[in-house]
């Protein structure tokens, strides 16, 4: 059941619900924080739209199939990318999590029972048209938990993705992914490589397991295991997304097997050395074996004694 527009901003008091949950069934810390079920299937997360200066209501379940009462604390969030493309929150919240209010911020609720805790976003007069992404954040009993909200502000949108800082070390090809607009993006990822001799890289177009929310950079690795042993390449990263967002990125690398060359190198020189010594000892004159004794002269006369 998706929020429901509404004028008004007065809120009831959280409800509790019993569960029909036997006190083994789960442990005591074993709480969760849901959207509350507005009919036969669960939601997954809050899903809402409206124009600017709409007032949406919804309900959001704490449930604690435990055997001791819980106290849990409620708050808004603003929703982030992690820097490798995972899902995060902000600790402070300047957009979706401020616009959040719950009939009840701190909530205690008994043993395997559920409450449910109505709240409202109010979208500012001036909200930017797209996605807002946030959650809702629940603390407890040294942990939190928390419950996306999707909202999205009706108006022109834009999809606009660029990749950056494209580079090849190491066995594996880096980049960098920015959403310049104004929709969450999920990105596809295709990868070419052309050697001296031809193609050496083709990776088909492929989903990547990444959210990327409106203004956030997210840096991603693509392995590539095996590249030439010895080339000089040229690497293309091609990304694209829904709404007609696309760009592309390359770079130049040069694959030499250092160690081979280093044994080549060294083989040389030696080689080179001992050349040079061979050279020098041809190059000296012999010596006899009475090279540097005293000598005397003999005339010879023919006279015989």
């Not at 449910?116 to 109010?122: A, E, G, H, L, R």
């Not at 990822?189 to 990327?212: H, Q, S, W, Y």
């Not at 991603?220 to 990304?239: G, K």
Request: with cysteine; glycine share 12%; hydrophobic share 40%.
């Amino acid at each position: 059941m998706p929020f429901v527009p509404s004028a008004a901003r007065v809120l009831c008091l959280a409800a509790v619900v019993l569960l029909a949950v036997a006190p083994t069934a789960a442990a005591d810390g074993g709480w969760s924080v849901v959207p509350s079920a507005g009919g036969r299937d669960a939601r997954p997360y809050f899903y809402a739209e409206g124009t600017p200066g709409t007032v949406l209501r919804d309900t959001v379940s704490v449930l604690n199939p435990g055997g001791k009462p819980l106290t849990v604390r409620l708050r808004g969030a603003d929703a982030d990318n992690t820097r490798n493309g995972g899902f995060s929150v902000r600790t402070r919240a300047t957009d979706t999590g401020a616009w959040i209010t719950f009939a009840e911020r701190t909530v205690r609720i008994p043993a395997r029972t559920r409450a449910d805790v109505p709240f409202t976003v109010s979208v500012p007069a001036g909200a930017t048209p797209g996605d807002h992404p946030g959650a809702i954040v629940a603390s407890a009993t040294g942990r939190t938990s928390a419950v996306r909200v999707q909202l999205r502000v009706a108006g022109p949108t834009l999809a606009a993705l660029t990749v950056e800082h494209v580079r090849v070390t190491g066995g594996r090809i880096s980049y960098e992914l920015v959403n310049r607009g104004t929709t969450v993006l999920t990105p596809r990822l295709a990868v070419r490589a052309e050697g001296l001799f031809g193609e050496v890289l083709d990776r088909a177009p492929r989903t990547l397991p990444v959210e990327l929310l409106p203004g956030r950079r997210v840096k991603l690795t693509e392995p590539w295991p095996h590249p030439p042993a010895i080339d000089s390449v040229d690497v293309e990263v091609t990304v694209t997304a829904a709404g007609g967002a696309h760009d592309e990125a390359g770079a130049s690398a040069r694959f030499v097997p250092w160690g081979t060359v280093a044994g080549t190198a060294i083989g040389l020189a030696m080689c080179a050395a001992g050349g040079h010594w061979f050279v020098r000892r041809r190059g000296r004159p012999r010596e006899t074996p009475d090279a540097g004794q005293p000598r005397t002269e003999v005339e010879l006369t023919g006279a015989v004694t």
